[in-house]
């Protein structure tokens, strides 16, 4: 055995523990990324045996190595491209017949394999003994037995790996029968090819052929000169083998490996006399109960909604300190504020760094949500979940798996679309992968909440809790329907997989593994987010600022600040301060007392506030006499300052709200409002929704800055209320609706990239839901307009249409359904299953 570098992988199908036992090996030293091209999740890690460096890659959890699902493809081209010194095929012990399904496969491709036995407490437990040795002489190849939750057999494993690299591929074959004098007539046709027979195995490479295996006859194009007599070839293999069989090849094929896995099973697995029910077949008699268990479910969603999103967010509350003290950090080293404009490094800094803590204060959120969905996955209730609702997801060409991202997106109120579309990698039916996606972002995300408020707030403040069921249920009642319509149209040409869902064993989850899990999934999500989102802050903030005021316009607000300045100076000169505070003190006394206050902002300590007092005393005791009104002649200057900081605030509101007019962002805005007006958008609405682009978080300031009102939330509002926007009821529904099926934010957008692994899907998600939500705020406001229907009348009419759709759309047949494609549910084996 040399020295050199091993490249091991990691195979096995779900719930076999294949996680635990990389956790197990690798420890800590681990890397997670994309494998190239597709959004399947890649986990390296790296260990050491006998002065030998070893690469741990962890393929995707499979049950079997045909090209159907993207998670197959993925593991077998890393088999077939990368060419591991070792694969350790990860097996459950407890469930023997089932895992070696994969076993055969990866023998078939005569990959040097070890075969790791992991829960063999779980076996123990059953009262099942395997005979290792046994096991081992039938198939050739290393048998470690692991008990990987306890830390057993890391050794082991490792022994076996370094032993093992460097020889010969398996020998073992699994006798098909009849169909082996066609699986050597292609053999024959195959080796023929010197590039084909040394990059592939012959004989697997002619058994995946007669399969009718469409990625093997894609890779059979790309390297046999005469590609197409091999199709022909096989074409009539598989036709001689069903007439003389009355069985299709792959049927054969599936149903041999089967039975081998069977023989395999009653020759080393001895079963218990008595047969035992376990704990999770009594769980799974309530947990999956026609009744119970989507009551069970309810309850566990209403629990991961509490804990994630009602929790989450109060730790976000508690943690904006933080986030609060990185961006006074910033303002404090930043060139500081102008009287009427900050100097640019300040206004893009904090504009980015703003931006950035906007998505930061999430983290609480994130990492309870990614916490929940560990222990969801780890104790194996996520099947369940999956199970219970895939026959009405089913409906709308969605997936059972569907359910966490909706509801991780906000299916009703407060959750974010970020993780709901990292949820969506679990889904194995890319059809409904792909639609999932396209619909997160319709979910009520904690973003689009504080608009909600405001509007509700404004203008159905006697119905409020009516109003807010409304729109955290409606859409919903949207998504579903708009998922059935992208899946017959856009999407009807994507695979679609059977409902194949394993059943596994219950678990208790454990700490670290769980934490481990989480905190990837929180790293993965800052690598990807952070550093676009801070590039395209910058974009949007030339889009919102330039080409700015005119020069005369400049002159107009900067003549108001010169005027303000110099009636202030006058009242200096009437006092002891004359010749001690100068026209160019001014604007550092103003920020001087901002700097104060924000000093002695929620401090309650008399002590300490007497102690900041000090503090900014010794460092300017002119600028603080006259703000802390100390002495007669200070108490007038300070009603004078008042006046000019007045003035200040005027100005560069006014101003502000100028210049978003007149902004590249402003035109667009103006461009679109012949088409917005259908929906009673005018040219300002059109801004802040433009605005919100980037985070819908700051929708309601920037509609208060455009309409000039400086201040927080509560402003805008009451502004509202005072009819100063000019709002009815009927506009105020027709924005919550837009919002409602809002395009995602630019962070949801990349992870839309991310996922979908196209630009072109990101691009999509953007445009379909911009013109959605035109139509349906259109459809809304116009049609309200015309019948004369109050928004509130409004609101529950559109309500009415949407549910009628959603039953309508439930009644279409999926692709699929026409097709009469079957599902299946695999259930773990309890017994020898011969």
Same mark, same amino acid.
């Given at each position: 055995?040399?020295?050199?570098?091993?490249?091991?992988?990691?195979?096995?199908?779900?719930?076999?523990?294949?996680?635990?036992?990389?956790?197990?090996?690798?420890?800590?030293?681990?890397?997670?990324?994309?494998?190239?091209?597709?959004?399947?999740?890649?986990?390296?890690?790296?260990?050491?045996?006998?002065?030998?460096?070893?690469?741990?890659?962890?393929?995707?959890?499979?049950?079997?190595?045909?090209?159907?699902?993207?998670?197959?493809?993925?593991?077998?081209?890393?088999?077939?491209?990368?060419?591991?010194?070792?694969?350790?095929?990860?097996?459950?012990?407890?469930?023997?017949?089932?895992?070696?399904?994969?076993?055969?496969?990866?023998?078939?491709?005569?990959?040097?394999?070890?075969?790791?036995?992991?829960?063999?407490?779980?076996?123990?437990?059953?009262?099942?003994?395997?005979?290792?040795?046994?096991?081992?002489?039938?198939?050739?190849?290393?048998?470690?037995?692991?008990?990987?939750?306890?830390?057993?057999?890391?050794?082991?494993?490792?022994?076996?790996?370094?032993?093992?690299?460097?020889?010969?591929?398996?020998?073992?074959?699994?006798?098909?029968?009849?169909?082996?004098?066609?699986?050597?007539?292609?053999?024959?046709?195959?080796?023929?090819?010197?590039?084909?027979?040394?990059?592939?195995?012959?004989?697997?490479?002619?058994?995946?052929?007669?399969?009718?295996?469409?990625?093997?006859?894609?890779?059979?194009?790309?390297?046999?000169?005469?590609?197409?007599?091999?199709?022909?070839?096989?074409?009539?293999?598989?036709?001689?083998?069903?007439?003389?069989?009355?069985?299709?090849?792959?049927?054969?094929? /599936?149903?041999?490996?089967?039975?081998?896995?069977?023989?395999?099973?009653?020759?080393?697995?001895?079963?218990?006399?008595?047969?035992?029910?376990?704990?999770?077949?009594?769980?799974?008699?309530?947990?999956?109960?026609?009744?119970?268990?989507?009551?069970?479910?309810?309850?566990?969603?209403?629990?991961?909604?509490?804990?994630?999103?009602?929790?989450?967010?109060?730790?976000?509350?508690?943690?904006?300190?933080?986030?609060?003290?990185?961006?006074?950090?910033?303002?404090?080293?930043?060139?500081?504020?102008?009287?009427?404009?900050?100097?640019?490094?300040?206004?893009?800094?904090?504009?980015?760094?703003?931006?950035?803590?906007?998505?930061?204060?999430?983290?609480?959120?994130?990492?309870?949500?990614?916490?929940?969905?560990?222990?969801?996955?780890?104790?194996?209730?996520?099947?369940?979940?999956?199970?219970?609702?895939?026959?009405?997801?089913?409906?709308?060409?969605?997936?059972?798996?569907?359910?966490?991202?909706?509801?991780?997106?906000?299916?009703?109120?407060?959750?974010? /679309?970020?993780?709901?579309?990292?949820?969506?990698?679990?889904?194995?039916?890319?059809?409904?992968?792909?639609?999932?996606?396209?619909?997160?972002?319709?979910?009520?995300?904690?973003?689009?909440?504080?608009?909600?408020?405001?509007?509700?707030?404004?203008?159905?403040?006697?119905?409020?809790?009516?109003?807010?069921?409304?729109?955290?249920?409606?859409?919903?009642?949207?998504?579903?329907?708009?998922?059935?319509?992208?899946?017959?149209?856009?999407?009807?040409?994507?695979?679609?997989?059977?409902?194949?869902?394993?059943?596994?064993?219950?678990?208790?989850?454990?700490?670290?593994?769980?934490?481990?899990?989480?905190?990837?999934?929180?790293?993965?999500?800052?690598?990807?987010?952070?550093?676009?989102?801070?590039?395209?802050?910058?974009?949007?903030?030339?889009?919102?600022?330039?080409?700015?005021?005119?020069?005369?316009?400049?002159?107009?607000?900067?003549?108001?600040?010169?005027?303000?300045?110099?009636?202030?100076?006058?009242?200096?000169?009437?006092?002891?301060?004359?010749?001690?505070?100068?026209?160019?003190?001014?604007?550092?006394?103003?920020?001087?007392?901002?700097?104060?206050?924000?000093?002695?902002?929620?401090?309650?300590?008399?002590?300490?506030?007497?102690?900041?007092?000090?503090?900014?005393?010794?460092?300017?005791?002119?600028?603080?006499?006259?703000?802390?009104?100390?002495?007669?002649?200070?108490?007038?200057?300070?009603?004078?300052?008042?006046?000019?900081?007045?003035?200040?605030?005027?100005?560069?509101?006014?101003?502000?709200?100028?210049?978003?007019?007149?902004?590249?962002?402003?035109?667009?805005?103006?461009?679109?409002?012949?088409?917005?007006?259908?929906?009673?958008?005018?040219?300002?609405?059109?801004?802040?929704?433009?605005?919100?682009?980037?985070?819908?978080?700051?929708?309601?300031?920037?509609?208060?800055?455009?309409?000039?009102?400086?201040?927080?939330?509560?402003?805008?509002?009451?502004?509202?209320?005072?009819?100063?926007?000019?709002?009815?009821?009927?506009?105020?529904?027709?924005?919550?609706?837009?919002?409602?099926?809002?395009?995602?934010?630019?962070?949801?957008?990349?992870?839309?990239?991310?996922?979908?692994?196209?630009?072109?899907?990101?691009?999509?998600?953007?445009?379909?839901?911009?013109?959605?939500?035109?139509?349906?705020?259109?459809?809304?406001?116009?049609?309200?307009?015309?019948?004369?229907?109050?928004?509130?009348?409004?609101?529950?009419?559109?309500?009415?249409?949407?549910?009628?759709?959603?039953?309508?759309?439930?009644?279409?047949?999926?692709?699929?359904?026409?097709?009469?494609?079957?599902?299946?549910?695999?259930?773990?084996?309890?017994?020898?299953?011969?």
């Amino acid at each position: 055995m040399s020295s050199r570098n091993l490249l091991v992988a990691l195979a096995g199908q779900p719930n076999s523990g294949k996680s635990t036992v990389f956790n197990l090996l690798t420890g800590a030293r681990q890397h997670v990324a994309n494998y190239p091209g597709v959004t399947v999740e890649k986990k390296t890690g790296s260990f050491g045996v006998k002065g030998t460096s070893v690469k741990l890659v962890d393929l995707p959890g499979t049950y079997s190595l045909t090209s159907y699902s993207l998670e197959e493809r993925v593991a077998r081209d890393f088999l077939l491209g990368d060419s591991p010194d070792v694969v350790i095929d990860v097996a459950d012990a407890s469930n023997l017949k089932r895992s070696l399904y994969l076993t055969l496969q990866l023998l078939e491709m005569e990959v040097p394999t070890v075969l790791g036995l992991n829960m063999m407490d779980v076996a123990e437990r059953r009262g099942q003994r395997i005979n290792t040795d046994k096991l081992q002489d039938i198939l050739g190849i290393p048998v470690v037995p692991t008990k990987a939750k306890r830390g057993e057999g890391k050794d082991a494993l490792k022994e076996a790996v370094y032993s093992l690299a460097g020889n010969a591929g398996p020998s073992f074959k699994i006798d098909y029968g009849k169909l082996e004098a066609y699986i050597s007539e292609l053999e024959e046709l195959l080796v023929e090819d010197p590039v084909l027979s040394v990059l592939y195995p012959v004989r697997w490479f002619a058994i995946k052929l007669l399969e009718g295996d469409s990625e093997t006859a894609e890779l059979l194009k790309k390297t046999h000169p005469d590609a197409q007599s091999v199709l022909d070839r096989t074409d009539s293999c598989r036709q001689r083998f069903q007439d003389e069989d009355g069985n299709a090849c792959e049927r054969h094929i /599936a149903f041999t490996r089967h039975a081998s896995c069977a023989k395999v099973t009653r020759e080393t697995v001895t079963l218990p006399t008595e047969k035992r029910r376990n704990l999770s077949d009594l769980a799974d008699r309530y947990v999956c109960n026609r009744v119970l268990g989507p009551l069970i479910l309810i309850a566990i969603l209403f629990v991961l909604y509490e804990v994630s999103i009602v929790f989450g967010n109060w730790l976000a509350l508690q943690a904006w300190p933080l986030w609060g003290a990185l961006e006074s950090f910033f303002a404090d080293i930043l060139p500081q504020a102008g009287f009427l404009n900050d100097p640019l490094l300040r206004s893009l800094g904090l504009w980015v760094v703003k931006s950035l803590t906007a998505i930061l204060n999430y983290l609480p959120i994130f990492f309870l949500l990614f916490s929940l969905i560990a222990v969801l996955e780890d104790s194996g209730y996520m099947p369940r979940m999956a199970f219970i609702l895939d026959r009405l997801f089913r409906r709308f060409g969605l997936h059972g798996q569907s359910t966490l991202p909706l509801i991780l997106g906000g299916v009703y109120v407060g959750g974010c /679309a970020i993780p709901g579309v990292m949820a969506t990698k679990a889904i194995p039916d890319e059809r409904a992968r792909l639609a999932t996606i396209m619909i997160v972002p319709m979910m009520n995300c904690l973003a689009k909440v504080p608009l909600y408020l405001i509007l509700i707030g404004a203008y159905f403040p006697d119905v409020a809790g009516v109003a807010m069921f409304f729109i955290a249920t409606v859409t919903l009642f949207m998504a579903l329907p708009v998922a059935k319509i992208l899946s017959i149209t856009v999407l009807k040409k994507r695979p679609s997989a059977p409902f194949i869902m394993e059943m596994p064993p219950y678990h208790i989850p454990t700490i670290t593994g769980v934490l481990r899990r989480a905190i990837e999934r929180v790293w993965l999500f800052m690598k990807k987010i952070v550093t676009v989102v801070a590039a395209v802050a910058v974009v949007v903030f030339v889009l919102i600022n330039y080409p700015g005021l005119t020069s005369s316009r400049t002159a107009y607000y900067e003549d108001m600040q010169d005027t303000a300045v110099a009636v202030f100076m006058k009242d200096v000169n009437k006092t002891e301060f004359k010749d001690v505070i100068r026209s160019h003190d001014v604007l550092p006394i103003i920020l001087f007392g901002e700097a104060l206050k924000n000093a002695k902002r929620k401090i309650t300590d008399k002590n300490m506030s007497a102690a900041i007092n000090e503090e900014f005393q010794a460092g300017n005791p002119i600028y603080y006499a006259v703000i802390k009104r100390v002495g007669k002649d200070a108490k007038k200057l300070n009603k004078s300052l008042k006046k000019v900081i007045q003035v200040r605030k005027k100005v560069r509101r006014e101003a502000r709200a100028e210049r978003f007019e007149t902004s590249f962002l402003g035109s667009m805005g103006k461009a679109l409002e012949p088409v917005t007006q259908w929906a009673g958008f005018n040219w300002r609405i059109n801004i802040a929704l433009l605005s919100a682009f980037a985070a819908k978080e700051n929708s309601a300031a920037t509609l208060g800055s455009i309409y000039g009102i400086d201040g927080s939330d509560q402003s805008v509002q009451d502004s509202m209320k005072a009819g100063e926007i000019g709002f009815t009821s009927l506009h105020a529904l027709a924005l919550m609706l837009f919002m409602a099926l809002y395009p995602p934010c630019v962070p949801t957008s990349i992870m839309v990239r991310s996922q979908t692994n196209s630009t072109s899907w990101m691009l999509f998600s953007i445009g379909y839901q911009t013109l959605l939500g035109l139509f349906v705020s259109s459809l809304v406001f116009t049609g309200a307009t015309v019948l004369g229907l109050t928004g509130f009348q409004a609101m529950w009419a559109f309500y009415a249409l949407c549910v009628l759709a959603t039953l309508v759309m439930a009644m279409i047949p999926n692709p699929e359904e026409r097709k009469a494609a079957s599902a299946a549910i695999i259930t773990p084996c309890k017994e020898n299953c011969s």
